[in-house]
Structure formats: structure tokens, C-alpha cells
């Protein structure tokens, strides 16, 4: 079974400054993982996804992330936090062998200060 | 390509009354979702279809049915609304184990 554990529901961050968000996840299988951005009243939209390619990933927004199976992990950073990127973020583990499915972590919800 | 849209955005019901959302998807993804969104739990699954006529239980299937009679709608409905039926609802298409795109959110409230 998969499951993903997103380690701190709030993080603030001054502007400027590195955002890290944790990501920790459990597989049996080799893992897709990917992580997904909320902002208020609004779906998911991908940021990006590791899907066994290259272990650092970049993604939209000035985001990447770095899959590190050893420590089962795959954090989102970004070296300097911008007001627009206030938001949830979500950590989602996928690709157990006969499923289709993904699990979500419970999400991290960034605030940017001033 | 207007991707995935929900039908509709807000509702408000009473307990025990029944409704029907819509989801409808424009990229011939043949993998279906409906997930419900509540505060500190994340998304959970409750249900998803492989294809068109298919439909399989997620994590929270209690309480809802669903229906794939045409590859791009996605039917998620309540038979008899609970207050703990009350959340965010996502629909979302994509390819297997790959992408999920979802759509903008039905805010749902029973009373």
C-alpha cells in the first residue's frame, strides 16, 4: 500500500526567503509522485511530477523538487518566496501495481510574509 | 479546451434530499475521479472509473453512487444528503498512473 505524510500543515515564509515543503512517502512499487497547488476557491493545478526520469524535477513557478529514495522523500523548494505563492500545496504518491489511483497528503498551506 | 468542468459550483440541501454533480471532461481521458476536499484531510477518493460504463469504490464510498454511461461525464450522486456529506467536491480526468487535471470545485452544504 502507498501512502504520502506531509510534515507541517502551516509554514510561513518571509518573501525572499527558500521555501521548503516536506514530502515523505511509503510504496511497495516504484512511485510516480507529484506535487499539486491550491489556491483559494480554486482545483488543483500540477506543479510537478517525478515519474522515474530524472531524480531533480523542475516544475512552473520557480518550484522543483528532488525524489531521494533512500530517504523516501521528495521535498518542493523554491529559493525565494514571491506573495503569489501563498497557497495549499498537496504531495500525492501514485503507481501501485493495479491501481490508478492517487493519495494525497493533507496538504501544507504557505503563507508568505511581507 | 475548456478541460474539466463541474456542475454546479455552490448548492445548499436538506438532510435527506437527493442531487446529482456533473463532471465533464474534454480531453478523452479515459480515467475518471471524484474526490471530496475537507479541512486537515486532504483529498479522499470516493469513487473513479477506468472507462467508460466502469466505476470502482475509493476511500470514502459511504453515502454516494456514481455513473460513467459516456467517456466524458463523470456522475457523483447523493441519495439522501447528511450533514457529513457537507465538503468541496473535485472531479478530476487523466491517464492512469499519470497527470490528474482537475476541475474548479462543487461547494456542497446540507443542513
Known amino acids: 500500500a502507498q501512502s504520502v505524510t506531509q510534515l507541517g500543515s502551516h509554514v510561513s515564509v518571509s518573501e525572499g526567503a527558500l521555501v521548503l515543503l516536506r514530502c515523505n512517502y511509503s510504496?511497495?512499487?516504484?512511485?510516480?509522485l507529484f506535487w499539486y497547488v491550491q489556491y483559494p476557491n480554486q482545483g488543483l493545478q500540477l506543479l510537478l511530477k517525478?515519474?522515474?526520469?530524472?531524480?531533480l524535477v523542475k516544475g512552473i513557478n520557480g518550484f522543483e523538487a528532488e525524489f531521494k529514495k533512500s530517504e523516501t522523500s521528495f521535498h518542493l523548494t523554491k529559493p525565494s518566496a514571491h506573495m503569489s505563492d501563498a497557497a495549499e500545496y498537496f504531495c500525492?504518491?501514485?503507481?501501485?501495481?493495479?491501481?490508478?489511483?492517487?493519495?494525497f497528503g493533507t496538504g501544507t498551506r504557505l503563507k508568505v510574509l511581507a | 479546451n475548456a478541460g474539466v468542468t463541474q456542475t454546479p459550483k455552490f448548492r445548499v440541501l436538506k438532510t435527506g434530499q437527493s442531487m446529482t454533480l456533473l463532471c465533464a471532461q474534454d480531453?478523452?481521458?479515459?480515467?475518471m475521479y471524484w474526490y471530496r476536499q475537507d479541512p486537515g484531510m486532504g483529498l479522499r477518493l470516493i469513487h473513479y472509473?477506468?472507462?467508460?460504463?466502469?466505476?470502482a469504490k475509493g476511500e470514502v464510498p459511504d453515502g454516494y453512487n456514481v455513473s460513467r454511461l459516456k467517456k466524458q461525464n463523470f456522475l457523483l450522486g447523493l441519495e439522501s444528503a447528511a450533514p457529513s456529506q457537507t465538503s468541496v467536491y473535485f472531479c478530476?480526468?487523466?491517464?492512469?498512473?499519470?497527470?490528474?487535471?482537475f476541475g474548479p470545485g462543487t461547494r456542497l452544504t446540507v443542513l
Open positions: 517525478y515519474t522515474s526520469a530524472a531524480t
Open positions: 480531453m478523452n481521458h479515459e480515467y
Open positions: 472509473s477506468v472507462g467508460e460504463g466502469t466505476t
Open positions: 478530476a480526468s487523466g491517464v492512469a498512473t499519470d497527470t490528474q487535471y
Open positions: 500525492a504518491v501514485s503507481g501501485d501495481s493495479g491501481t490508478y489511483k492517487y493519495i
Open positions: 510504496s511497495s512499487v516504484p512511485p510516480y
